[in-house]
């Protein structure tokens, strides 16, 4: 080989530094030149050069949020699922999923991390494994309505088999998922998950000055979650997210057994209708998922279209009530007409007021909600107000993780109306 062969190879042999803007500024400028003389270099540094812009950070790895339900629905209509999911479980069952997807990718030090969970009286800071807790605790509720065993009486601190495979590094065992929940997750040959690091108990947080006692209707609530966070404050993360993953089959199974979805659910703010519970839980799901991944800076996409469409529906049903408890614990809030004695609200027109609600956006839709009292028949009479607002952000201003002063919001007519109807959303939140 003569020395103008070894020169080429060598200027040859850059090519792939060089499509990645790799090499030194004198060696691209004289590679640089070799391209105009050698056709040959020229094509394969124009192949090299296209095949490097993709892996550019510019263009998301990600897959697209909606994918899942995509194949979901594709294999669905070649083969019907033996035992469907009913419309109203599909958000549970789409939300957990997506959950345990951004769980699966944690590692020893992001279970460490510390996630902000605001709510309408503070902000609570919980590992991720609390906040599975948490999750674990309140699902329990809709477990009990379905006939099948309450978390908080099979044992949570006492070490299982799923506890010691866990922290041996083996696949603890889980139970046999439905079709319409996902497709199973698989583990090729030999590999070994790492040791999940124990999460030590929490020390006690001191609440923000504004935190009240939260009592009440939401005792039982709060002491399930107590109890269970104490419970299992000595297991393993990854032994937590077995067991409430354990749980989410459970419940998804359970909701295609009972497809009508009438049983009662008392979550503590209301009694809810099974139906109503799992969307109710869908929605508390999504809004802690994103919390998590905010604290480990996880990418987290939004419910799908058909999914935040029933969670707005609920928060438009559930609004009359975040109403009433607005004006019950601060009666003199603007906009809310000062109650007689025995009577209807004073400046209330006969069968009450109503402001129409806009909704934008993926979830779009149009209601009016009534503001003086719950109604049972057709809405009559002129709205005093209309409020325009996207679906995704009034899910979020439900669950108090937007500021009602600051949010976007278009509004025409009674301007005290549509402040009250703002302030009254976040109470729909709970710790």
């Known amino acids: 080989m003569n020395t103008s062969e ?82 109203w479980g599909m ?57 099948l065993p309450d978390p908080l009486s099979t044992g949570i601190g006492t070490p299982t088999a799923d506890a010691a495979a866990t922290a041996t590094g083996a696949s603890p065992a889980g ?25 030590p108990p929490q020390e006690p947080v001191a609440p923000a000055p504004r935190v009240p006692p939260q009592g ?13 966070l104490a419970d299992q404050a000595g297991l393993p993360p990854q032994s937590v997210r077995s067991r409430w993953r354990r749980q989410t089959h459970d419940l998804v199974r359970g909701a295609a057994l009972a497809p009508q979805g009438g049983a009662p659910v008392d979550l503590g703010f209301a009694v809810l209708p099974l139906r109503d519970a799992f969307v109710d839980r869908a929605l508390e799901c999504y809004v802690h998922g994103e919390d998590v991944a905010r604290a480990v800076a996880y990418p987290y996409g939004p419910p799908a279209p058909q999914h935040l469409r029933q969670m707005v529906e609920l928060v438009v049903r559930l609004l009359p009530r975040a109403l009433a408890g607005l004006r019950a614990a601060r009666p003199e809030h603007a906009g809310a007409p000062v109650a007689s004695v025995g009577g209807p609200p004073i400046g209330a027109a006969a069968g ?29 009479g002129e709205p005093v107000a209309s409020m325009v607002l996207d679906g995704l952000e009034l899910c979020q201003l439900a669950a108090a993780h937007r500021d009602p002063d600051r949010l976007p919001v278009g509004e025409h007519g009674d301007r005290a109306a549509v402040r009250e109807v703002l302030h009254a959303l976040p109470l729909l939140s709970r710790r």
């Not at 789409?94 to 503070?122: F, M, Y």
């Not at 009440?216 to 269970?228: F, N, Q, S, V």
């Open 6 to 87: 070894e020169h080429h190879d060598a200027l040859r042999s850059l090519l792939g530094a060089w499509s990645l803007g790799a090499c030194p500024p004198h060696e691209a400028a004289e590679l640089e030149q070799h391209l105009s003389r050698c056709p040959e270099c020229a094509t394969e540094a124009a192949r090299l050069r296209e095949a490097a812009g993709w892996l550019s950070l510019d263009e998301p790895l990600d897959q697209p949020g909606t994918l899942r339900q995509q194949v979901l629905d594709w294999c669905l209509a070649r083969r019907p699922a033996e035992l469907p999911v009913p419309a």
């Open 91 to 147: 958000p549970y069952t789409a939300e957990t999923a997506k959950l345990d997807a951004l769980l699966r990718d944690l590692g020893p030090e992001e279970w460490q991390e510390v996630a902000e969970l605001p709510w309408h009286g503070g902000t609570e800071r919980l590992r991720p494994a609390e906040v599975l807790g948490r999750l674990t605790a309140v699902d329990g509720v809709l477990a009990l309505a379905l006939g």
């Open 175 to 199: 139970p046999p998922t439905i079709r319409s929940a996902g497709p199973p997750t698989t583990r090729s040959a030999g590999s070994r998950p790492p040791v999940a690091r124990r999460v």
């Open 216 to 228: 009440g209707p939401y005792t039982a609530i709060t002491a399930r979650t107590a109890r269970l």
């Open 352 to 380: 009450g007021r109503r402001l129409r609600l806009v909704v934008d956006g993926p979830a779009a839709g149009e209601w009016l909600v009534p503001l003086d009292a719950e109604e049972t028949g057709p809405a009559s």
